[in-house]
């Protein structure tokens, strides 16, 4: 069967087949190009040490700034859009890795957890769920030796009074 393509291919106009050698360099730099384009900093995939690059699965996608912060807006801000990768034991963020990391999950009242541990309240972080999943590893990155995985997915880390909130970006 793929004989008999190539014979017809030959066959075809010159004109013709540059038509489809053209049509088929369109049509690949439109699958590169066609999501549009990426936050500033992000214009190639993110890498960690030896250059290996990672998928993402969730993104931050917005912040909210506690009121004893030690950041501010503009720090919280550069944040905005980094990727995050979790995957088996990996925890991959802002090009830093945690390999080996150890995962326990614990499902804690939202506003008893929130005030204790942050002195906030689930409606200050715009939290309306009653229970949360947090989630303790033994990762040393920023925000992630404990952060709340909600209903809708959603990963909630705290950085220096910052409340990170990360969209998933794949949906399964």
Known sequence: ???GLLQKIRKVSPAFTSFLFLMTALVLD???SMFGPTPEGLSSPPTVKGGVSMRVLWRISEYKVGESAVWGEEEARRLLF???DIE???????????????FEKE???????????YRTTPQALGIDEKVV?????NCDLPGFAEY???????????INGVFFFFEPVVTY
């Open 1 to 3: 069967m793929a004989r």
């Open 30 to 32: 439109f699958e590169t």
């Open 82 to 84: 980094k990727p995050l």
């Open 88 to 102: 088996g034991t990996v925890i991959t963020f802002d090009g830093r890795m945690c390999r080996d990391v150890i």
């Open 107 to 117: 499902t804690l009242n939202a506003k008893e957890y929130l005030g204790r541990v």
């Open 133 to 137: 999943e947090v989630v303790k590893t």
């Open 148 to 158: 709340i995985r909600l209903r809708d997915r959603r990963l909630v880390i705290h």
